[in-house]
């Protein structure tokens, strides 16, 4: 049957999507858009890769997916998810002041909605709805690629309940919302591509090692198992300014990813969070955030309140009085002890900045007590060399371990707080981590 022949169909939905390229592009709306009719682009799940919600309303479900929405989606995921590019486009609108929804009645707040539009550059665009306020991570007329982030996920406007409303649509001047149309997404295997409601589709989209959350960012570089979804959040929340001493603090290439949880230890009215070269002590009583170096850990479990009482807590904004030259004199001094073995030199000085990565040397080059290794100690790192085989290396072999990961050795805490936690662990939404 030609092409021209099926135009005198009415076609099913999943006949339509089970038709070839060539025949669907005419009958589809994309038929109507000049040079377009034998290519369908290719759609991903409009979230990270590797990460997996769940489909809550589907097209043409009656409600708020009829009419100009017939053919939308609704992923239910936690306020503050991150949210990608479905395919490449300009950022056509953009709205994300609103922090109000209208749950009791979804059809009586549409100046509420928060949404961001991305134009396709061929007559069509994709409409990402209910954004967290001022959860945008793009700009007007910003170009952007399939899988880049664009905000952050919210329940804004005509929304009952977090989650993302996305649908592939006409593009309309001035309209956020125009007649939306049938697609189907690369990743999703069954029913020609189109999720269903209650169905949880994993994203083959970008993934991304870390993303912006609400209020702010979440690490699985340290996870220690390579799954996305699950990893270390840093964030301003209950008022603990994690996520802003980080940032200020030069963010992860300097202080390393978090390794741990925030935690309490008892008996200490603080919050703690581990990073790879530092903790984060936050006093709540003074409203001070304290960075405590961590160069030397004993290598049998200890009491964590005992210890970290007896640590040297340095002010993250300390107002040096030496001159540059007394520091100058002093640092040279520390670089001194590299030149005992040159391999930890060379290892040291493989870094752009190493003063910042590793921190200053400590003081000359040691035997460890157990004889099994030299080692030396930077503020931030621990180098030793093998004198021997052992179960962890070779006799000869040069190990640099970052000083926060030491803690895992040396247990001073709590297991707990060093395993990775799943993305927003306190919101009861039916969140699911995909198996690597």
């Known amino acids: ?78 306020q503050g998810s991150p949210i990608v590019g479905a395919r490449d486009g300009v950022v056509m ?51 952007v690629k399939q899988g880049d982030v664009l905000g952050l996920s919210g329940t804004t406007g005509q929304s009952g309940a977090p989650h993302l409303h996305f649908a592939v649509q006409y593009s309309a001047p001035g309209r956020y919302i125009s007649q939306s149309f049938p697609i189907g997404f690369a990743e999703v295997p069954e029913n020609g591509g189109v999720p269903v409601r209650r169905g949880h589709y994993r994203s083959g989209n970008n993934r991304w090692p870390d993303f912006d959350i609400r209020g702010g960012h979440f690490y699985t570089q340290t996870n220690g198992v390579g799954r996305p979804g699950l990893g270390f959040s840093v964030s301003d929340e209950s008022g603990v300014p994690m996520w802003s001493t980080l940032l200020g603090g ?56 005992a210890w970290l009482q007896t640590q040297t807590a340095l002010p993250l904004d300390p107002n040096f009085a030496e001159s540059d030259r007394a520091w100058n004199q002093y640092a040279a001094a520390q670089l001194a002890f590299l030149e005992a073995e040159p391999r930890i030199k060379a290892a040291y000085w493989s870094v752009d900045d190493p003063v910042r990565h590793f921190g200053l040397p400590l003081g000359p080059l040691t035997e460890a007590p157990n004889g099994l290794s030299i080692i030396l100690k930077a503020a931030y790192a621990y180098f030793s060399i093998s004198k021997r085989d052992t179960p962890f290396a070779k006799a000869g072999d040069l190990t640099v371990s970052q000083s926060a990961e030491l803690n895992l050795d040396a247990e001073p805490f709590s297991r707990r707080i060093f395993e990775p936690e799943p993305l927003f662990p306190d919101q009861p939404i039916g969140f699911v981590i995909p198996a690597s």
């Open 1 to 78: 049957m030609s092409v021209a022949m099926l135009s005198d169909y009415a076609l099913s939905r999943r006949g339509f999507l089970g038709l070839s390229a060539v025949a669907a592009a005419a009958l589809s709306p994309l038929g109507r858009l000049p040079a377009h009719a034998a290519i369908l682009p290719s759609y991903l799940l409009p979230y990270p890769g590797g990460l997996m919600w769940q489909c809550v309303q589907g097209n043409n479900s009656g409600g708020s997916h009829s009419g100009n929405s017939a053919y939308a989606w609704d992923f239910r995921m936690p």
């Open 93 to 143: 609108m953009l709205k994300q002041d609103s922090d109000k929804s209208c749950p009791g009645n979804i059809y009586s707040c549409p100046d509420w909605n928060n949404y961001i539009v991305i134009d396709h550059g061929d007559g069509t665009s994709a409409t990402y709805l209910h954004e967290f306020q001022n959860g945008a991570r793009v700009r007007l007329g910003q170009a």
């Open 250 to 305: 030069g963010g992860a290439a300097t202080i390393g990813y978090p390794v741990s949880r925030r935690f309490r230890v008892d008996g200490l009215d603080k919050v703690y969070q581990i990073f790879q070269r530092q903790i984060f002590e936050w006093r709540p009583g003074q409203k001070q955030m304290r960075a405590i170096n961590i160069p030397e850990l004993p290598t049998a479990p200890l009491d964590g309140e």
